[in-house]
């Protein structure tokens, strides 16, 4: 996430809602690579609309520098001598060694270690051994991953940094795929998941050439060539849904060319990664209409309003300063919106916690059109570098229709993995009482959310208990009329019209 939320509520909040009533008066502010995968074995029979379960995960940050003395080590091996050397005894300064790492690399918490990954991966299967596919929404490996490796392995090379990136990535995937062997796993990259540091990428580049090789390594094999022809450029791409799912197309993309904060490995901004990637986009939506597919969209950075880098910035959106944006245009929820009609869903993540939004056009009452509109979920991640409980999602998918029904969002017992138990913190339909996660029932939720202006409800106390593993809902509710702007508005001025009342 883009902001601390022990920050946040020690430090930015209060002096936060002091100024909003000073700015705004009494405006309420809202908000392994290329390994051979077998096919799958034939589940038991589908019907057309009988649900199927699937796993939804995102923001695994996996360490492989939580042991600093093993580092030099996991260099030097193959990823088939990974597991021996991260399951083997600490170092005997393991616990200082760590510390001085994080220290030196201004770490803000602690992400995914060795022991938290396998007890998830585990926790995964005992919780939903029958999953018919995965979905990672991006940021694979650890936060700070270029200046851990430099700390541990000051000789070296660019081009060994981007290697042990990928050997890192490969990894993860790679225990992945033996829990679930030929289970469909589709996988985005995050803006941690680089080639040469956070944010940074070049198109057409080596990075994307071999990591295409290991993101596809989860699909069918029928699919694999494409998306890798596809991933070389910018890290997209795009595949149909293996059954028991009917005719629905994926589209996978790299949106880290999209976020304000891109340049290229050297430093420098550039357009073309963005322009060439909603390009290609437009061309599959349009791809997929003609043909009568649906789409699902994956992608890691969510389009819309970033409410705590707003109110962490004080920026004065009722005097016209713009909202914190988490992409640097409304080129792709624009996109996602003109095409409502065969974009079925879009999982994003980035910030960690369990959040949903809403993407939708302006009605336009003197014509009396319809309202396009795309559900969007942001899945909470494994990483509990913010203080929150690891997570994943246990998801139940209507599979000719390609609508989520329900979802249960399942944590753990503490941040370590260490003797963890895996509990589910709650279940969607209940919790919301909702029968799908479609647009209609987003908006009906955000709507009530709206209308409860002091969270007393049962949908805004569990909403506000949920959005952060672990319940801070108290970061959440002295501000929970702006958030909710956020969730149903995603340009700057639809989020100001709603924060300050002149057009909601």
Not at 262 to 275: N, P
Not at 354 to 369: G, P, Q, W
Request: aromatic share 10%; hydrophobic share 40%.
């Amino acid at each position: 996430m883009v902001v601390s939320l022990r920050s946040f509520t020690r430090f930015i909040l209060p002096v936060f809602i002091a100024l909003l009533f000073t700015v705004c008066g009494t405006v309420s502010f809202a908000d392994a690579q290329g390994a051979q995968v077998p096919k799958r074995a034939p589940s038991h029979a589908t019907r057309p609309n009988r649900p199927i379960p699937a796993l939804f995960i995102s923001d695994i940050h996996f360490d492989p520098f939580h042991d600093p003395g093993k580092a030099k080590q996991l260099f030097a091996a193959p990823i088939s001598e990974w597991n021996a050397i991260l399951s083997s005894a600490s170092s005997s300064d393991q616990l200082q060694a760590f510390g001085s790492l994080q220290k030196q690399c201004h770490a803000k918490g602690v992400d995914t270690p060795p022991e938290l990954l396998r007890s998830a991966i585990t926790a995964m299967k005992v919780r939903q051994p029958n999953a018919q596919f995965m979905m990672i929404s991006g940021d694979l490996v650890v936060h700070d991953f270029d200046c851990r490796f430099h700390a541990l392995n000051p000789d070296t090379s660019p081009d060994d940094y981007e290697e042990f990136v990928l050997k890192t990535l490969s990894y993860v995937m790679g225990e992945l795929h033996t829990a679930f062997p030929g289970m469909p796993v589709y996988a985005s990259l995050g803006n941690n998941d680089s080639g040469c540091g956070d944010y940074q990428l070049d198109p057409d580049s080596e990075f994307f050439k071999v990591g295409g090789s290991i993101l596809s390594s989860g699909l069918p094999e029928a699919d694999r060539h494409q998306a890798n022809k596809e991933f070389a450029a910018e890290g997209n791409y795009s595949a149909m849904m293996a059954a028991p799912m009917i005719n629905t197309r994926l589209v996978v993309l790299d949106d880290t060319f999209l976020s304000p904060k891109y340049k290229t490995c050297a430093g420098k901004k550039d357009i073309r990664g963005a322009d060439e990637e909603l390009q290609w986009l437009k061309t599959q939506l349009a791809d997929a209409r003609r043909l009568g597919q649906r789409v699902w969209v994956l992608g890691h950075i969510p389009p819309g309003i970033d409410p705590f880098s707003t109110a962490e910035k004080f920026r004065d959106v009722c005097g016209g300063q713009d909202p914190v944006m988490f992409l640097s245009s409304d080129q792709l929820p624009d996109l996602l919106v003109e095409y409502a009609d065969v974009v079925k869903l879009a999982v994003f993540a980035h910030t960690h916690m369990d959040e949903i939004r809403l993407l939708h056009s302006v009605r336009d009452e003197t014509a009396k059109t319809s309202v396009r509109a795309v559900a969007v979920k942001m899945i909470p991640s494994i990483s509990p570098v913010h203080g929150n409980k690891p997570t994943f999602t246990v998801a139940s998918i209507n599979p000719t229709s390609a609508i989520m029904q329900d979802y249960t969002v399942v944590s753990a017992s503490n941040m370590t993995g260490d003797d963890a138990k895996w509990t589910p913190a709650y279940n969607y339909a209940r919790a919301y009482q909702q029968t799908e996660f479609s647009p209609a029932a987003i908006e009906t939720m955000i709507d009530g959310f709206r209308r409860d202006n002091i969270a007393v409800l049962p949908a805004s106390e569990n909403y506000l208990r949920n959005y952060f593993p672990g319940d801070k809902s108290a970061a959440l509710s002295p501000f929970w009329m702006q958030y909710t702007c956020a969730l149903g508005n995603y340009t700057a001025e639809g989020f100001s019209a709603c924060v300050c009342h002149t057009g909601n």
